[in-house]
């Protein structure tokens, strides 16, 4: 299936090469384009092979400065490999990126200085406390001790964490562990948010929680990259998304757009399903299942 | 149950073929790496299949010389006796660190299959029938059988085969039991490490008892001679059988040990005694039963027991937030303080720091104890500073899951610091530091344990064995940082078991470095104080060895901190646990 094109795509892409948007100064030929600027993360052609598997198949993602991008896609569609290519934990196997206007490949240290990610796997040492993990990601971000103190008291705090603060990760319950996670991404004050499926295993409470914090974090003009399973989360929250199936973009652009362009007056759900043709794919009878 | 049955062992198959396989995502170089680590247990059963052959031989032999009368029955049966105790006894060892404790994860998955405890059970005790080291002695038992069979005992042969069986049936409950029970120890992290603490102490001071108890029998003879049955001067006092003074030395409980057992059925049948031989053959079969029931209750026991990671240590806030160590910055300070506070809070970890000092010096104590020993050990005992170095050597060796495996042991943690704003030499020269603190604590408990049971000796040679250790751990920090990139093994460092080694290509290599760097720095210091009898020497000489080693350790660290950047990809899915 190729890339459906959004009106509200990046210019360059849906070939207004003379929207306002398209270049900062008009001048001379090395200036960067002014839409690459907005752009808090670009690739070109992304692509992660695993020998004969290949994961990531040539994705061109625009995703707007302060905006909330949903990156949607059925299990296995490449989701957390295009994550884990973007943060440096895979080495593209092609193509280009950027982000926040700085090759990772080039001066990936300069890109985690802006950046926070809450990775699949969480990233957290079981045997460092709440407080002494916040407390590393402050330092290496060259922090002073009184921000560090001072920051994760607050996010702690917020996380409703701070009674289990000294308690060693390892005996975090999965969920605690997911808000230490976010509380670690969040500390250093990034720009840009990765967050890999940051709603599994959170509950209600948790949920509205983390919900109104990322908000207030795009409000605030940072931009969040999420993926998640759960459509009615991406609905509420994401303002653009971008649907990957088999490696390959299927998607991508402002949510009202692609609802008013592909699917009208279609749920999320339904949209998504559209774009990944899973109804068309017959799913056998299992006959023999229930006699 | 044989339909269950067939399913495990196949599972236990493809398990074992999977994990060489590897995933589909993985690179070559990784591919070897797991091929390696393959490859070092495969030399050792290649290895062992000489002791095997060798065993069958002795055994066969042993059992054809005892029916032809070539060999004195007390004397092959003492044999026989202390072969078997001594393979009983790895069985019990082997049974602690062994199998059953990593496949226990395995346990809720089967539960929710339609297979009852019973099955599951007797499965993992069939299984432990093939456990190499009862296969060893089942080769053994068999070959001895087949030589008194061939000397002209049939009779005798097979009655050895019954009772063999017996044995072995014994020894396979017994296995498992302790394997069971270790399992649900370590069900508990708490207990978990408290058991292993306690195991791997006493282990280390079970190794001196053969000493101590050679010193015993050789005291108890010489007290005979100086108070007892003295002899008239000229007359040569004949000596007692070797079998006989075995006999007197075990203690009267031993003779429920299977070993003994099997030996006294081989008796009675050889004697012709029916009523040795039952009761023998019983005992034996009495004693499967009892452990077999018992390790079913036990395995019950395990298998509802309910995984436990719980601390009930509650660490200290941001204690090091901020913190800077010498000529490191902030990133790679944090790098060091955060390998210190894993390793020291993890078994392997204490074991590493807590092990080396109190074991030198109570080795040393009780070598002193057996009164006779090597010259080159009296030197060690006698000189505290060599008890250090010595200390200090054993340190690195044991903290080798640390060093050898420096990125993949954070686990998850490591995905945190490959999402840090960090450079690659910063991350490996925090590791550094940090395995360098770990050890430095170690060594603060070396030469406590050296102070207490040695004190004598210049200050300046006790400075000079630490700068020794010092530059030891410097050359051998860029083989570390370029091992553990090159070949990450996913640990659990919660274990002493093999779960929490580094690669064995590492280890290995490991082994070899640290001696090898070691070698310059003992040269010094023997040198000096032995053949230049200038003790005070040392010093200077040794400090100019370490301002040598850390010149050249600074940029060979720099450059093997280029293969975390080629091997990051990798070194991430590792930490991931794939």
């Not at chain 2, 059992?63 to 049966?77: F, H, I, N, P, Q």
């Not at chain 2, 040990?257 to 029916?274: K, M, T």
Request: hydrophobic content about 50%; proline content about 5%.
């Amino acid at each position: 299936m190729s890339e459906r094109a959004i009106a509200s795509e990046p210019p360059e892409r849906s070939g207004a090469s003379g929207s306002p948007r398209a270049t900062a100064q008009g001048g001379s030929g090395d200036e960067v384009p002014r839409h690459r600027l907005d752009l808090a993360l670009e690739t070109k052609g992304l692509r992660k092979q695993f020998g004969d598997l290949v994961a990531v198949d040539g994705i061109d993602l625009a995703v707007p400065g302060g905006s909330f991008y949903g990156f949607l896609g059925p299990n296995g569609a490449g989701k957390s490999t295009t994550i884990k290519c973007l943060t440096g934990l895979l080495q593209p196997s092609g193509g280009s990126c950027r982000i926040l206007g700085i090759d990772p490949l080039a001066d990936p240290v300069a890109v985690k200085r802006k950046v926070g990610v809450v990775p699949e796997d969480l990233a957290l040492f079981d045997r460092l406390s709440g407080a002494e993990t916040l407390a590393f990601v402050g330092q290496v971000h060259g922090l002073d001790a009184a921000s560090v103190r001072q920051r994760s008291s607050e996010l702690l705090t917020l996380m409703d964490l701070n009674g289990a603060a000294s308690d060693l990760v390892t005996d975090y319950s999965h969920g605690m562990r997911k808000k230490l996670a976010l509380a670690a991404a969040l500390l250093p004050a990034p720009r840009l948010l990765f967050l890999d499926e940051p709603f599994e295993g959170i509950d209600a409470v948790a949920s509205r929680q983390i919900k109104n914090l990322l908000t207030a974090f795009v409000r605030n003009g940072g931009t969040i990259f999420l993926t998640s399973h759960i459509l009615e989360i991406v609905e509420r929250l994401c303002d653009h998304i971008g649907v990957i199936h088999k490696g390959r973009l299927v998607a991508q652009g402002r949510l009202a757009d692609l609802r008013r362009n592909v699917a009208a007056g279609h749920t999320l759900e339904e949209l998504f399903l559209d774009l990944i043709g899973a109804e068309r794919a017959a799913a056998p009878a299992l006959e023999w299942l229930g006699r | 149950m044989i339909r269950a049955l067939r399913a495990l062992s196949w599972l236990r198959w493809r398990l074992l073929l999977n994990s060489l396989r590897g995933g589909q995502r993985r690179d070559r170089l990784e591919q070897i790496s797991r091929a390696l680590a393959f490859a070092i247990p495969a030399i050792l059963i290649a290895l062992s299949i000489g002791s095997v052959v060798g065993l069958t031989v002795i055994g066969f032999l042993g059992g054809r010389a005892l029916a032809t009368g070539l060999l004195d029955s007390t004397l092959a049966m003492m044999i026989l006796r202390i072969a078997l105790l001594l393979l009983a006894a790895t069985i019990v060892v082997m049974a602690v660190v062994s199998p059953v404790q990593s496949s226990v994860s395995r346990y809720s998955r089967l539960l929710l299959l339609p297979i009852s405890r019973r099955t599951l059970h007797l499965t993992e005790v069939a299984a432990s029938l093939a456990d190499p080291w009862i296969l060893i002695i089942a080769v053994g038992l068999l070959a001895f059988a087949t030589g008194l069979a061939a000397g002209g005992w049939p009779g005798t042969a097979g009655m050895a085969l019954v009772a063999a069986a017996a044995l072995l049936l014994v020894l396979a409950c017994l296995g498992s039991l302790i394997g069971f029970a270790i399992a649900w120890l370590v069900r508990s992290r708490r207990r978990g490490e408290w058991f292993t603490l306690i195991f791997v102490i006493g282990i280390s001071v079970l190794a001196v008892v053969p000493a101590m108890i050679g010193k015993r029998i050789e005291d108890q003879g010489r007290i005979r001679v100086q108070f007892g049955d003295e002899q008239p001067a000229g007359v040569r006092r004949p000596r007692t059988p070797i079998a006989e003074r075995f006999d007197r030395w075990m203690p009267g409980w031993t003779i429920g040990l299977p070993s003994e057992l099997y030996a006294a059925s081989i008796r009675g049948a050889v004697a012709g005694d029916r009523a040795l031989v039952g009761g023998a053959l019983g005992g034996l079969l009495l004693e499967a039963l009892v452990l077999f029931t018992i390790s079913s209750a036990v395995h019950a026991r395990l298998i509802g027991s309910v995984e436990s990671n719980r601390s009930r240590r509650r660490s200290a806030l941001t204690g090091t937030a901020g913190r800077l160590l010498p000529m490191l910055g902030p990133a790679a300070s944090a790098v060091a303080f955060a390998q210190v506070r894993t390793a020291l809070r993890t078994v392997r970890g204490r074991l590493g720091v807590l092990l080396p000092g109190p074991m030198i010096a109570v080795l040393v104590f009780l070598f002193g104890q057996i009164g006779e020993s090597p010259a080159w050990l009296e030197a060690i005992g006698s000189r505290g500073y060599y008890l250090l170095a010595a200390g200090g050597i054993f340190a690195m060796y044991s903290l080798q899951a640390f060093t050898m495996n420096m990125f993949a042991t954070d686990r998850a943690g490591f995905t945190l610091q490959l999402l840090s704003p960090l450079s690659e030499a910063e991350l490996a020269r925090g590791k550094v530091a940090g395995c360098g603190i770990v050890i430095a604590a170690a060594l603060v408990l070396c030469l406590i344990g050296a102070l207490a049971v040695a004190p004598g000796g210049s200050p300046l040679l006790w400075l000079s064995a630490l700068l020794g250790l010092a530059a030891t751990y410097l050359l051998l920090s860029p083989a570390a940082v370029w091992l553990s990139a090159l070949f990450p093994v996913s640990a659990d460092l919660s274990k002493t078991g093999s779960g929490g080694n580094p690669h064995g290509l590492s280890m290995l290599v490991g082994t070899v470095l640290v001696v090898a760097c070691a070698a310059p720095p003992a040269l010094i210091l023997i040198g000096a104080e032995h053949w230049l009898h200038r003790g005070a020497l040392a010093f200077p000489l040794m400090a100019v060895w370490t301002l040598f080693a850390a010149a050249i350790a600074h940029p060979l660290v720099s450059l093997a901190s280029r293969a975390i950047g080629q091997r990051r990809e990798n070194l991430a899915l590792v930490a991931q646990g794939k």
